[in-house]
């Protein structure tokens, strides 16, 4: 008796039904094209452009994406599914005159995944499938090589058995090493038919151990298992990894490509190969790739054999390497981009299995970017979409030179900084200082489990920063990127002890003076002294696509510097003024510490005020540089943020120093001064001192700070218009959550300034504003915009706040939340659209409607990446703001965005 269809079901079927899931593709013609890569995948889109274009492209078919997701949502695929697939299998079997798995002829095919966006060697393939016990036979018959038949099917067992089975791929490698020395085989291929026979009765064996279930013999079976795995392989591990870093969608799914086999191993006038139209690492037009004769598409790539440059081709096979040119140009011309192909020759035959725009290098990318604008392939506008802006990287730090090098990984962390650094491990920011002032041109590396401010001396003289803790904002990774410098964070992987003055990783203990290298760029730490290749900031190459992207820009780019140097840095990488300066840094330089610590120590206004006249002078001549430096750009000062215990000695180095000095000197005079010092420290102790007194409340408790503070911006701002220097000071209060507070220290800013242009009789333009760190700011936006010129968004703390995550501590919560799809990104990273993005749209608008003329920026770590650019491009933001070694990347990033708002408004001519 059937059971009743439910109507939700019926109109299941109903949409299953109306679904094309499968495109077919041959003799010339295919269901898809070029421009259906949301549906086909860019390897199924590109099949069939190139078989409607008419090239030599073995036939098959592409699952669609749909079916990929169907099954993620349900667990398997559906009738219509399979019923397609059998359709397009048997229209296969006609095409070719030979059936899947046949005994006398069989028809073999490969089935490759294909994503929309390119995803190399993330997802799974397998080869040669339809063949089992009997058909091997018959295709040793009919190809006359019982030794590429017997090939075939050990490397069909080989794939199958570990992409669909899930077995461990030692497994096989073992049996298969382990003939190779029986026989004395030097090379794979030297193994004979007999030999590949006992393997395969070998890794049947493996199969039925670890499956626990023999090796399938039925070709259809075989096809949809393999199918199934593929679609399953969009969600392994290395292909989650690759998309959080690329930022693809988790729900697109890949299509799956059914494909019938040419074989490269047939003999030695066939082979394999895979190349590029132009030098992917250094954009150089030349034709580039490699390739192997007698051998399949995995022997190329997993380096069992050394594979021969592709212009060898041309000596062994002239016709077919000339047809392959033939071919290849065209495709460059016809998708006007760098293509990344791969072929297969057959007895003599060229087949194309896959084209696809090209992964490269930045250097290479702007290169080619600005080739094929010459070449009349592209416009200018386009070239600069070609570039993605993180790539400008390249122009920027140094990298390591690991050429002809044998190098050992202790770790691998967070690539907080980019570029490379070698240098001797120091452990203190004290003995870093000490070995560069007795030997300037010491290459140091500091090793910290994490850094404070106090460091700040030794980070700026450190070649590069390792620390075993802290994230991608944390302060090793915000202050090194400011810097330049090299920066591996969070490497947990490596224990740093202090005390022992070692580091122990991979069982090998590396003590201070040793040489370890750093690979910013991907935050690789490499045991022993590696040499480095400088950048080249400079490059023409670099400046002409600036300069076509230039005019598409609407927002404007700061950078956040606290130094001059920082500051001309900025302005050489294209930076038009300050968008943070951090007062607080500048407290902490030799000269200048004890009279902070005097005034944290003061018990009274009249001790406070005594200790801040100290600093003003130093204070006013940090600004004074800065000003100086960015003459006709504005400098967004920011009033002192952290809370002062930063600026003292940790609580538990004081107690045990107090405890050395009572065993040692228990009648020191430096005993009652480091008791009183404690007694300050336990006052000033907050449990959770990032939410406690710091920023514009540290103004109001002790006003004399932002008098000092707004006192040394004024006259400085003054001595320097005095000089003819255009002068833009905007004052900032951070940490507001209301009108109340901001009034409260915008008035005394306010005062200030007045009593300053009246001493000196000379007035500059200036502005007051706030920083928007919290959600209560963001909800009271109208109401401080009664007082604040302008909005400059903290998303460090406005990231941190809003998730409730502490931004230092969050590395052990990220990883299983980004494992487990709980987030899709890093949110100090990546700009939290969602959740975050929400409260600045609302801060924005209401600001805006209070003063409509209020200038919009943005000072968070996130002001240099390049979706959190488009996102603050979209808000109407005036500008952004970043780590001077970032301009770069943001300004290309908002050229993009201001470029694709125009493509927006004009219709979407094509890019």
């Known amino acids: 008796m059937s059971t009743p269809t439910t109507e939700l079901e019926s109109a299941a079927n109903s949409d299953s039904k109306a679904v094309k899931y499968v495109y077919f593709f041959g003799d010339g013609r295919a269901e898809g094209h070029g421009k259906m890569k949301d549906d ?63 005994a006398d002829n069989p028809m073999l095919v ?6 929309k966006f390119s995803m190399p060697g993330m997802m799974d393939t397998i080869l040669n499938l339809g063949l089992n016990d009997t058909s091997v036979e018959g295709l040793a018959r009919r190809s006359k090589n019982p030794r590429f038949a017997f090939d075939s099917y050990r490397r069909l067992i080989q794939m199958f058995g570990s992409v669909v ?16 020395k029986q026989k004395k085989a030097k090379l794979d291929t030297d193994l004979d038919a007999k030999a590949l026979q006992e393997v395969i009765t070998d890794y049947k064996k493996v199969v039925l151990k670890h499956a626990k279930s023999e090796f399938p013999q039925d070709p259809h079976e075989q096809l949809v298992m393999a199918r199934d795995a593929v679609f399953r392989s969009w969600l392994n591990d290395r292909a989650r990894h690759y998309r959080r870093i690329n930022n693809i969608d988790d729900m697109l799914g890949t299509a799956v490509n059914v494909q019938a086999m040419v074989f490269g191993n047939l003999g030695e006038t066939s082979g394999t190969g895979v190349g590029f139209t132009r ?24 380096g069992i054999r050394t594979p021969v440059h592709i212009s060898e081709l041309e000596k062994i096979q002239p016709d077919v390497y000339n047809q392959l040119r033939e071919i290849t140009t065209r495709l460059e011309k016809h998708y006007r981009d760098m293509q990344d192909f791969e072929f297969t020759i057959q007895d003599g035959r060229l087949y194309m299995l896959q084209t696809r725009n090209g992964k490269r290098t930045g250097r290479a990318a702007v290169r080619v970017a600005i080739q094929m604008v010459e070449e009349k392939l592209i416009s200018k506008e386009e070239a600069i979409f070609r570039v993605e802006p993180n790539q400008l990287y390249d122009f920027l730090v140094p990298s390591l030179d690991e050429k002809g090098k044998d190098i050992e990984v202790l770790a691998t962390g967070l690539p907080a900084s980019p570029g490379a650094a070698v240098g001797q491990i120091v452990f203190t920011a004290e003995d870093t200082v000490e070995s560069f002032n007795k030997d300037k041109s010491a290459k140091i590396i500091l090793v910290r489990a994490e850094t404070t401010p106090e460091d700040i001396a030794g980070m700026e003289v450190a070649a590069g920063i390792l620390t075993s803790r802290g994230g ?23 224990e740093v002890d202090d005390k022992a003055r070692v580091v122990r990783a991979k069982g090998k203990t590396l003590k201070e003076g040793d040489w370890i290298s750093l690979d910013g760029s991907t935050g690789r730490v490499i045991n022993g002294k590696l040499n480095t290749v400088p950048a080249r900031p400079d490059d023409p190459e670099l400046l002409k696509l600036m300069s076509w992207a230039e005019p598409f820009r609407r927002m404007g780019v700061r950078a956040n510097a606290d130094i001059p140097r920082d500051a001309l840095q900025a302005r050489a990488f294209g930076a038009e003024g300050i968008g943070l300066c951090r007062t607080e840094h500048m407290f902490f330089a030799e000269d200048r510490l004890p009279h902070m610590r005097t005034m944290i120590l003061a018990n009274n206004e009249k001790d406070r005020r005594t200790a801040l006249r100290k600093l003003l002078p130093m204070q006013r001549n940090d600004f004074i540089g800065v000003f100086r430096s960015m003459d006709g750009f504005p400098v967004t000062i920011r009033t002192i943020d952290p809370p002062l215990h930063e600026f003292l000695p940790r609580r538990e180095d004081l107690m045990v120093d107090i405890a050395r000095l009572e065993l040692t000197k228990p009648k020191s005079p430096k005993l009652r001064e480091m008791r009183t010092l404690l007694n300050r420290v336990e006052q000033l102790h907050e449990v959770n001192p990032m939410l406690g007194l710091r920023g514009c409340r540290l103004g109001i408790t002790y006003p004399e700070i932002t008098e000092m503070q707004a006192r040394a911006i004024f006259e400085a701002a003054v001595k320097v218009a005095k000089e003819g220097v255009k002068v833009m000071p905007e004052v900032m209060i951070p940490l507001t959550t ?33 920083m928007i760190e919290l959600p209560r700011a963001a909800l009271m936006a109208d109401e401080i915009a009664q007082e604040a010129e302008f909005f400059s968004f903290g998303t460090n703390d406005l990231t941190q706040t809003t998730f409730g995550f502490s931004r230092d501590d969050v590395g052990r919560i990220l990883t299983a939340y980004l494992s487990e799809g709980i987030l899709k990104q890093d949110p100090f990273a990546v700009l939290d659209r969602e959740g975050v993005g929400q409260l600045i749209k609302i801060a924005v ?7 409509p003329t209020i200038k919009i920026g943005i000072c968070g770590e996130h002001g240099g990446e390049p979706s959190s650019v488009e996102f603050c ?22 050229a993009q965005a201001g470029a694709s708002a125009e493509l927006k408004m004009e219709g979407g001519r094509t890019k």
Do not use: W
Not at 61 to 87: L, N
Not at 91 to 102: D, I, P, S, V, W
Not at 880 to 893: D, H, I, K, M, Q
């Open 40 to 102: 086909l995948g860019g390897k199924g889109a590109g099949l069939a452009e190139m078989t409607n274009a008419g090239l030599p492209v073995p036939p098959g078919f592409t699952i669609q994406t749909e079916a990929c997701r169907e099954y993620m949502r349900a667990g398997k695929t559906s009738a219509e599914v399979d019923r397609q697939m059998d359709e397009a299998l048997r229209h296969l079997e006609q095409l070719q005159g030979q059936k899947l798995g046949g």
């Open 110 to 115: 490969s089935v490759r995944s294909g994503a």
């Open 165 to 180: 089975l899930d077995i461990p791929k030692h497994a096989f490698e073992e049996v298969f090493d382990g003939k190779k």
């Open 279 to 302: 030098n992917p690492a250094t954009g150089v037009k030349e034709f580039y790739g490699e390739f192997l004769m007698n051998a399949q598409g995995e022997d190329v790539v997993a």
């Open 472 to 494: 991608m904002t944390s302060h090793a990774a915000v202050v090194t990127r400011g810097m330049g410098k090299c920066c591996v964070a969070g490497a947990s992987e490596i």
């Open 738 to 770: 209301g009108l109340k507070e901001m009034a409260n220290q915008a008035a005394i800013v306010r005062r200030v300034a007045e009593e300053v242009f009246a001493e000196k009789e000379q007035k500059v333009e200036y502005l007051v504003g706030t």
């Open 845 to 851: 608008q209401k600001g805006r409607a209070t003063r």
């Open 873 to 894: 491009a979209q808000q109407g933001f005036n500008y952004v703001s970043c780590s001077p070694f970032r301009v770069l990347t943001a300004r290309l990033a908002a």
